[in-house]
């Protein structure tokens, strides 16, 4: 497999030589759009690239999910040196203690704590409009530049077009003849948080050109969905298609849940306005209350639309979203033909060849045979 | 040297009511396990012979071992196998085999061979991990889970104690069961904590089999966790190691509110024993295609 782009890359490097600002954010319920119009670059923080995570357990004490803890010993190792500021939401519990813990020993210049509602009603949608007048004003302060409604209406521009991009990416994955596999689909969001969407959106579609023209992948023995906590690793993925899986989609807040459904424009409303509704109806996630049978029947509508034989189950340990999940969709999955391989995950692999084992099992019974 | 109690005996065996066998039709499995190998042989879907060894510093090593057990037994030679499916942790570690296939899958189809059709909730309890499969009438898995974070409830956890304790490995089940009345099970998860937390015991007064009786009752309730976990659905039947384990097993039947199904095969070449018929399978269906393309 070819590399993931680094946390600091030559795009950040480019960046920061031009002077340009970059803000850190946890949580696909950022509304990043805010942080572009800005002028800034908005990175996701993530957890690859720690392979000790002493300090970010240290301060969280392992009780807190991997996950959490390697993006603070990312943060604290220096490997987000660029950051000027963070933005993080309460998504859980240990993502709202990463920025506590940051805000306590942090370095950067701005640090924001959104608070998303976990409804969408209207009045959820509301609230969620003032955080985000909150978090502009941040962002103005931090930039030195106002944000004005065209600025923001370019910035819903530019991510609605990463957004059809890296759904026509995934559109690859489907049918009898897939060109591109769960690795590099992963591969393509993570890049998409870690560079200007502008340069991004001409390489995507420069590699989705490519790809059409591949010989389509052959030989794996069941398509997979991967759903559950954070999986921000391709790594990881692969696994999975070195032991006869191939990803074809996944429910995963680095996958497609990260920029998949538009920002929509409804008449009289105003940008922020259009983003904080569209934010909160996007995919929705275990942290959204009471709104377990909306999420599996998303999940089930893309296990079809992928035409998916099997769920891969990811919870991280300590998950507090997705380590309980499991009650409202486990049953349901398997009534409705889609048999579910259950895993634990650290942040830092160390099991691979158990992983695999488990991998190469469930792919053989999906077979239904061995040839 | 010291005495080690955790050594189980190794075990070969040849079917004394085949006469010959065909040679087209041998297939063997070899199942390299954590802490024991195995390798069965099957004459057209007929057992043949079988070897349990213990599973050495090198896998292929172990592999050709195991083989060779079966070979002084019936005379054959590695080129009178007509295909060989390696499973088992160490299964791409199997250097004659012609294809490689989980422990897990081979498990279920060995379970289905010894135990019949009937048979649906497999456990398998090896030398460092555990397995609830859930498999169909033809063998085939349905669904399964598997821990193997540490070798708590697992065969190597049993040798730690048999060590511990001075008890011959072979000996626990049925000294476990010689209580009045079960104590408490031991709480550590950590065969290391467990280690200490059994020294306290002794210390306590306890006598051998109290603690013993502990254990297995910790292993116990412990892989019970695992089988509801997956789908307990009847009949059950335990392979591996620690099934021939008498005070575990009483004690997982009576966790559970069922009875696990007896057979007179050897629990521990399960894995190896499917690898062998799914072997035979994949056999018949390349012949088949074969023929087709002729």
């Known amino acids: 497999m070819k590399p993931t782009i680094a946390i600091d890359n030559a795009y950040i490097e480019s960046w920061k030589q031009k002077g340009g600002k970059v803000v850190g954010t946890v949580c696909c319920h950022i509304p990043e759009e805010i942080i572009h119009a800005a002028g800034m670059l908005p990175v996701r923080i993530r957890g690859t690239e720690c392979t000790d995570d002493r300090d970010g357990e240290l301060w969280m004490t392992d009780y807190a999910c991997g996950f959490c803890r390697a993006c603070l010993q990312n943060l604290i190792s220096g490997k987000y040196h660029f950051l000027d500021g963070i933005v993080v939401s309460d998504g859980c519990m240990f993502v709202q203690r990463l920025y506590d813990n940051w805000k306590v020993i942090g370095n950067t210049k701005c640090k924001v704590n959104l608070n998303v509602p976990r409804n969408h009603d209207h009045l959820a949608v509301r609230y969620f409009v003032d955080e985000l007048k909150i978090l502009k004003e941040e962002m103005e302060k931090l930039s030195g530049r106002e944000i004005t409604d065209e600025a923001l209406n370019a910035s819903i521009d530019l991510y609605n077009e990463t957004r059809a991009l890296i759904r026509e990416l995934f559109s690859l994955t489907k049918g009898e003849h897939p060109l591109v596999s769960g690795t590099e689909t992963l591969q393509w969001t993570i890049k998409a948080m870690s560079m200007p969407k502008e340069i991004y959106n001409q390489e995507l579609k420069a590699f989705i050109e490519e790809a059409k023209g591949r010989e389509p992948i052959t030989g794996y023995g069941a398509r997979l969905m991967m759903i559950g906590s954070a999986v921000d690793d391709p790594d990881y993925v692969h696994i999975f298609e070195e032991h006869g899986g191939l990803i074809v989609t996944d429910y995963n807040c680095y996958g497609t849940r990260y920029l998949w459904q538009d920002v929509t424009r409804k008449e009289g409303e105003t940008p922020l306005e259009s983003i904080a509704r569209s934010y909160l109806e996007k995919l929705t996630c275990p942290r959204m209350t009471d709104l377990h049978d909306e999420m599996y029947e998303d999940m089930l509508r893309l296990a079809k639309e992928f035409d998916v034989d099997g769920i891969v189950y990811v919870r991280l340990k300590n998950c507090c979203l997705w380590g309980g999940e499991s009650v409202f969709f486990y049953d349901r999955f398997k009534e409705d033909g889609y048999p579910v391989l259950t895993l634990e995950k650290e942040e830092i692999t160390t099991n691979a060849g158990q992983v695999g084992v488990r991998a190469e099992a469930f792919v053989e019974m999906l077979e239904g045979g061995t040839d | ?294």
């Open chain 2, 1 to 294: 040297m010291a005495e080690e109690f955790w050594r189980w005996s190794e075990t070969s065996w040849r079917n004394p009511d085949l006469e010959g066998w065909q040679k087209g039709t041998l297939t063997a499995g070899v199942d390299i396990g954590s802490t024991s190998t195995q390798a069965v042989l099957l004459s057209d879907k007929r057992l043949v012979a079988y070897a349990s060894i213990r599973t050495g510093a090198n896998s292929k090593d172990s592999a050709h071992n195991a083989m060779r057990k079966v070979f002084d037994l019936t005379g054959l030679r590695q080129e009178d196998i007509a295909f060989t499916v390696g499973t088992g942790y160490g299964r791409v570690n199997v250097p004659f085999a012609d294809k490689t296939i989980t422990e897990i899958t081979c498990h279920a189809k060995g379970a289905h061979y010894i135990y019949g059709s009937t048979v649906r909730t497999i456990l398998d309890m090896g030398g460092q991990d555990c397995k609830a499969i859930h498999c169909d009438e033809t063998g085939r898995v349905v669904s399964f889970m598997m821990n193997d974070k540490c070798a708590a409830g697992t065969g190597r956890g049993m040798e730690v104690i048999a060590d511990l304790l001075g008890v011959p490995i072979e000996e626990i089940g049925e000294r476990s069961l010689q209580v009045e009345k079960d104590p408490p099970p031991i709480t550590s998860q950590c065969v290391v904590f467990a280690k200490t937390e059994v020294g306290h015991l002794m210390r306590e007064g306890w006598t051998k089999e109290q603690v013993l009786a502990a254990y297995c009752e910790a292993m116990a309730e412990r892989v019970a966790r695992l089988l509801r976990q997956n789908e307990m659905v009847e009949d059950f039947a335990i392979t591996g190691g620690i099934a021939k384990n008498i005070g575990v097993v009483k004690r997982i039947e009576r966790l559970m509110h069922v009875k696990a199904l007896q057979s007179d095969y050897d629990s521990q070449i399960a894995g190896a024993l499917g690898g062998a018929v799914l072997g035979y399978d994949l056999l018949q269906r390349r012949k088949k295609r074969a023929r087709k393309t002729e």
